[in-house]
């Protein structure tokens, strides 16, 4: 039983202690130069077009929103007779 529990000590301590298997590249320099290029571009399209989906859902939901908090205003202003 002690040696079971000892093995599991030495394969624990291993994991943690061992550096990582998978190196991963640096890839700050590569946005850095990608984000500071001067193209005329903004910087929140800079990334592609996961950013320009992001950006376009972003500004879509916030048009409607908008019109719906008005509308509820609206609404709100003026309420139907019984």
Same mark, same amino acid.
């Given at each position: 039983?002690? @040696? ?7 394969? #624990?301590?291993? =994991?943690?202690? &061992? &550096?990582? @298997? %998978?190196?991963?590249?640096?890839k700050? +320099? @590569? ?8 193209? *005329?571009?903004p /910087?929140?399209?800079k ?5 320009? $989906?992001?950006? %376009? =859902? !972003?500004? /879509?939901? !916030?048009?409607? *929103? =908008?019109?719906?908090? $008005?509308?509820? /205003? /609206?609404? #709100?202003?003026? +309420?139907?007779?019984?």
């Open positions: 039983m002690n @040696r079971h529990i000892f093995a599991l000590q030495q394969v #624990a301590r291993r =994991t943690i202690a &061992s &550096s990582a @298997r %998978r190196q991963a590249d640096n700050v +320099p @590569r946005n850095q130069k990608v984000f500071q290029e001067d193209n *005329g571009m /910087v929140h399209l990334g592609g077009t996961a950013d320009a $989906l992001l950006y %376009r =859902t !972003t500004m /879509v939901l !916030t048009v409607l *929103g =908008t019109g719906y908090v $008005l509308y509820e /205003v /609206v609404k #709100a202003a003026f +309420p139907q007779k019984k």
